[in-house]
């Protein structure tokens, strides 16, 4: 079945953004790019920054990320556009952080499923991650650290790529030569 | 019927994203939204930056912009994407600019047929566009100008506001009043 | 005696950085601007997101920014390099929030003490302010309020401009015409 | 003598405003950096985005990239300042692209002549260094494989760190540990 998606699942400051990149340079077609920053740039305020109990995004001391219900309702209508925008023959490659694991993936499996989908994920040890945070130098330190291992925990890839020693342009070409 | 999207037309520097994250915190309820911008980010950079016959964005040393098929394309898949976020019970508020007039509007009004829409222009005087455009200090001068009467010609609105003497806020609440 | 310094002093969305970029447009030489942005931003993150007691910035609830002997020694370096650029020939606009009033005033004075300075308030109604900051999308809500005039309070200026009803570009020409 | 000063010079997209950060984490006073994009920022419009003969940054097509002496005579003012802010007890680190070789290091080199200066080359394989330009997905492509060996031609240093293979963090700890 010909790639129509490829979602690219792993934590903060793992690289998947530069992978996205590379993939849009080297994919022979133009592919659109989103990522979770794309959605949670499109919420209101008091939903980005929220204070708990607000239904929005929470980010605890130790940098763990947690989301509500107002949150997801919406997430579940952006899910549902992104699979619309493949099916009407935009080639979409999705930039996302799993927090909730396999429950992450089921949601866009689901809004997916008709479609060709390549599963990747987007591995790197926790602790070069949190370098990586780091040197961004405007994240909530932990992050990184928090999410490196956790939100692969029980998902199904086609594909893994680690970008603790391997570029992004390499990680890119790894994944085209699947994207059929 | 009830408002599930709002559409804001404008030229460059008219204020509409200013307009958008107003009325995300004087609407009741949560919405999303999404600019002309989030869709140039999500292109590939051969795309964003085209040189003549690319097929992408083309700005013309007056400022004028033109886009080419390949961005046409994508762009269709693009609207169908946020009509079936609407339908699935996000509200969007979308920050357009109708290079193409009613032609740009008619895309947007096939995709969004059966959703309730409120169509919004949002004006500004050329001449105080192009200030503003100044005053951002990043924008290849004369689109604001050369967009500023352009992009509402032929196009229809439920509702017109106009930035050159009022504040955003001021417009979004004006907006968000008929958006029932 | 030459204007080298135009010191731009107001409170959060009130408009100083669009004059400052307006003025660049506007005088016949090339001027150079700095804000106090681009220092927050030469800062390690520990001290750009400090938490109580840090010596770095602290943002209360309400808006409210108060800064530790840690930021306050550096700033004293900063503004001594600013000083410099402008006895080497650079002109420059320095782009201000005087936290601390005149005695904030008195620190940029004494360095910049035998060079031509242009000291302006830059004025905006707290409500107009606090709208800009809604309409910006990423702002503590609350910072524009509460220094809209706190700020002013005792300090002296060869100026005043008011960005509530005027343009960015319309008072950087109104400063221009006093930077002789 | 002390390590009032840490310039770091490479080419775009080796890696130095990571290394930059990651040093702000490790070294145990706050210091503060400044970057040739700090500069730039502070540049008119007209001066950053220059046609040719403008006095300005100038890129070619193939992304090499020549300044003009308005640019040269604003630059030697702000080396200069960063030189009065060491002076004033601030320690700072410059990220820097010596495009012009040793003819740039001469620059800063007389502006910092009597403070403690650790000169730090930061290299980067200039393939590598070209496929991070295209996983940041906004550059003008060209730029770092052009600079990669050419910013170091001729320029000395107190130590050189390889980003090819080795992380920022990693890097900046090597820096930190000639801090002294």
Chains 1, 2, 3, 4 share one sequence.
Not at 11 to 39: E, H, M, N, Y
Not at 56 to 83: H, K, N, Q, S, Y
Request: with cysteine.
């Amino acid at each position: 079945m010909t790639t129509q998606v490829i979602v690219l699942n792993g934590g903060s400051s793992s690289g998947k953004s530069g992978i996205a990149r590379c993939l849009q340079a080297v994919l022979p077609d133009p592919w659109l790019t989103f990522g979770c920053d794309t959605f949670v740039d499109a919420l209101p305020l008091a939903l980005r920054t929220a204070s708990e109990g607000s239904g929005g995004i929470e980010v605890a001391p130790d940098g763990e990320v947690t989301v509500g219900p107002g949150f997801r309702a919406l997430e579940a209508a952006w899910i549902e556009g992104i699979a619309t925008m493949a099916r009407r023959g935009a080639r979409v490659i999705v930039d996302e952080v799993f927090l909730g694991g396999p429950a992450s993936q089921e949601r866009w499996r689901e809004a997916l499923g008709d479609l060709g989908v390549l599963w990747v994920g987007v591995r790197c040890d926790g602790a070069v991650a949190a370098g990586r945070e780091t040197a961004r130098g405007d994240r909530v330190a932990g992050m990184a650290a928090s999410q490196a291992d956790a939100v692969h925990r029980g998902v199904l890839y086609d594909l893994e790529v680690d970008t603790t020693h391997a570029e992004s342009l390499e990680c890119a070409r790894a994944i085209a030569a699947r994207a059929v």
